[in-house]
Every structure is written in C-alpha cells, then in structure tokens.
C-alpha cells in the first residue's frame, strides 16, 4: 500500500475540526435493561483518518490524488455472538441515523457538520465475542419510496430510485465534474415494478457480508479504508462510455478491482476472495 501525502493546506482543515463535528460518543447504547452495544466505526486512508476535503495521493495502481467530499455508508443485520456461539441481533437504538434495522454511518463533513460513526443499541445480558454485519439496505425496504421513508432512509443523496434502491456506499471525490471519481454501490439488474405492488427482485444484490470471529465490545473498532478498497485499481483511467469511476455497472471494467476489496462477485469472477474493506482492530 503506498503513502498517503496530505497537504499542508489540509492539515489546517484537521487542525481546525473541533468536537462539534465529532460522531457520537458515550450513553448507555439504548434504554431498557441489557449490555450497551457500542460498536465504533473509523473512516481512513491507508492508515491516516479520513478528513473531508483532503487531498490524498498516491491511491490505487496509477498513484492518484483525490479529494474526497462524501463518504457515507448504509449497514443492518448487526449481530454479536454470544458464550454459546449463537449470534445475537443488537436492537438498534431509534436516532437520526439509525432506524428500520438499518443504520447510515457518514464520515463527511463537507456538506453538514454532522457526523455518525457508531451503532448504538442494546444486547441481552451475556458475554459477547465476534461481530458481523452486512453493508447495504434490506430487499424488504431497499425498493420502498424514500419520500415517505423515515430517517435513516429519507436521503435522496443516498438513492437512485425506487427499481434500483439505495445506494449502499457513497464515495464522491469533487463537485460531479467530468474528471471527478466517484463510486456509487448498490443493486443492480433489479426488475419488477415497485410502485405500482409488484415484487422487485435484483440479479446483483451488491450486499457485503462482513464478520470478525474475536470482535469485543470496548476493545475493537471498525475500520473501513479507503485506500484498501481501491488498492487494485487505476483511478487515473476510465473504460470510454462509461460514467467516471464505478457506477456499479455490471460492465464497467473500472468497478472489477473494487468489487474485488468488497468480496463481491463481478462478471466472471463468480467465486470472490473474502473483502478487505473493513479490518478489526
């Protein structure tokens, strides 16, 4: 993994970001009885945190530098596994972020100062050790009308439409001009016909399973790396007729060596190696 540089104008911009722009800290995880369940989630690159309008170089094959405004990601199904080796839902705490069973972890600060980088909730009295989740938005609710969705699902920056769904993982890097890179995950190949009560079904479902077997409450954190996700990638590039970055299209060749980091199946490759996104430590 190469370096990353930061610029000195952008360690000005890490120096000046207080606590009010921090992720949410402390609390008891949710009311009622039971083990608070607090699982932190850290954005870097390539070991460095990720700040909001930093320019980063030295990304991908081709030795990139990229500034990135958005970093924003859905995850649900957040068990725990108990003494007995069952794996435990942890009832998610009703927030701004959180809700449905989903919750919408957002690492920038370009846009709202805003940020949530924790699941809080609850787990029955007991012993915990391993951890694992999915990146994404259930079938059941990926496809409804955002319109009428409550937080954390409400975002029309997080959804490309009602066939398609949410986009599970946002990263943009610039304003959405023609150079920009940019990486927009969520279902495709979806059929049926959503608003009028048809079922919706996607030949990608584009859903990341994620699990630490060791992973312990108040000791461990996640961490999701920009750099590891686009470690086998040339950014500086781009397959001609295609949007810049990865769309997740199924043909777009730019979007193989990252769906490659999120152990996803992309065209011939049916049987991915495990995803390298998200480390425990």
């Known amino acids: 993994m190469k370096k990353i540089l930061i610029s000195v104008a952008a360690f000005g911009l890490l120096v000046g970001c207080g606590d009010d722009n921090a992720g949410p800290t ?3 995880g949710g009311s009622g009885s039971g083990v608070p369940a607090e699982i932190a989630f850290e954005a870097r690159v390539d070991g460095a945190d990720f700040v909001c309008d930093t320019l980063y170089e030295g990304l991908g094959t081709d030795d990139s530098a990229l500034q990135f405004s958005d970093f924003r ?3 649900h199904d957040v068990e725990m596994k108990n003494a007995e080796g069952d794996w435990v839902p942890v009832e998610l705490e009703e927030a701004d972020f959180q809700g449905e069973g989903v919750v919408l972890l957002d690492f920038e600060d370009c846009a709202e100062p805003q940020t949530w980088t924790e699941v809080l909730g609850t787990l029955p009295d007991g012993d915990y050790e391993g951890l694992r989740f999915t990146m994404g938005v259930p079938f059941e609710i990926n496809h409804a009308n955002k319109e009428v969705a409550a937080p954390p699902l409400n975002l029309s920056t997080m ?6 769904g949410y986009k599970f993982l946002r990263l943009d890097s610039g304003q959405f001009g023609p150079t920009d890179w940019r990486l927009h995950l969520g279902s495709t190949n979806c059929d049926g016909d959503p608003v009028a009560g048809g079922t919706t079904g996607c030949a990608n479902p584009n859903r990341v399973q994620v699990e630490f077997p060791s992973f312990r409450l108040g000791q461990n954190r996640v961490v999701a790396d920009l750099a590891r996700l686009v470690d ?3 950014l500086s590039t781009n397959q001609e007729g295609t949007p810049v970055g990865c769309m997740a299209a199924p043909a777009d060749s730019d979007c193989a060596p990252i769906f ?5 199946p992309f065209g011939d490759a049916a049987d991915p190696g495990p995803q390298t996104f998200f480390t425990m430590e």
């Open 260 to 264: 490659d980091s999120l152990g996803l």
């Open 26 to 28: 402390g609390g008891s």
């Open 159 to 164: 959804h490309w439409d009602w066939q398609g």
């Open 232 to 234: 086998g990638a040339a």
């Open 73 to 75: 990601l859905y995850v």
